[in-house]
Structure formats: structure tokens, C-alpha cells
């Protein structure tokens, strides 16, 4: 499955920005999604997490309430919508998939993924 996000960019603090993920997993519906960040010397951080039927979502603490996840099936496409960005959010973003059967299932574990995209930088400067 190839990955392959993009809408990263500079943004002010404050500001918003919307983060796609086109894949080419057929069919989109049978694989739940997930976003994960990393910043320079850190360690990949879960930031959320969709599960195959859209109807579960979970959120890493510090980007509650400020990010929504979501998935377009019909054009196989996940978002992350960031809004009230801060400086702290400033890192690589990657967008992951994993093959599953249950379709309510949501995980916030990096090696439960089989798929990365090559990531997209967002830089908040404050």
C-alpha cells in the first residue's frame, strides 16, 4: 500500500491547516488510519487514530479538542484537520494504515501499522 500525504506547510500559531493522505489500498474500507508526528530528536508520537467504519476515533491528550480525523472512502483519502496550532505541534506528520478485520478497532501503537507515508512538515512559528 503506498501512502502519500501532503498540506504541511508554515502556519502562524493560531492558524489551521488540513493534512491529506491519498492511498492506494483497495478497498480504503477495510483498513483503519492513523497519524503520527515526530519531531527532530524525538520519538514517533501517536497523534490519532480512525478506525475502518470512521465510527471510533481517538486522540493523543494534547491535540484534543484542536485536531479531527477523518476518512473519505469513496476517494480513499484520510484528513487530519488541525486547528489552534501551536508551536509545539512542529514536526513531521506521517499518515498510517493497518489491515484489519474488526471495524471498530483503533490503535495508538505505531507497530500495529503496516504502511507509512514518507511524511509532511508542519512548522508552527509562534
Known amino acids: 500500500v503506498q501512502l502519500i500525504e501532503s498540506g504541511g506547510g508554515l502556519v502562524q500559531a493560531g492558524g489551521s491547516l488540513r493534512l491529506s493522505c491519498a492511498s492506494s489500498a483497495r478497498p480504503f474500507s477495510a483498513y483503519a488510519m492513523g497519524w503520527f508526528r515526530q519531531a527532530p530528536g524525538t520519538e514517533r508520537e501517536f497523534v490519532a487514530s480512525?478506525?475502518?467504519?470512521?465510527?471510533?476515533?481517538d486522540y493523543a491528550l494534547p491535540v484534543q479538542g484542536r485536531f479531527i480525523i477523518s476518512k473519505d472512502d469513496d476517494m480513499r483519502t484520510l484528513y487530519l484537520q488541525m486547528n489552534n496550532l501551536k508551536s509545539e505541534d512542529t514536526a513531521v506528520y506521517y499518515c498510517?494504515?493497518?489491515?484489519?478485520?474488526?471495524?471498530?478497532?483503533?490503535?495508538?501503537?505505531?507497530?500495529?501499522?503496516?504502511?507509512w507515508g514518507q511524511g509532511t512538515q508542519v512548522t508552527v512559528s509562534s
Open positions: 480512525i478506525s475502518r467504519n470512521g465510527g471510533s476515533t
Open positions: 498510517a494504515c493497518r489491515l484489519i478485520p474488526d471495524r471498530s478497532i483503533v490503535s495508538r501503537n505505531k507497530n500495529d501499522y503496516e504502511s
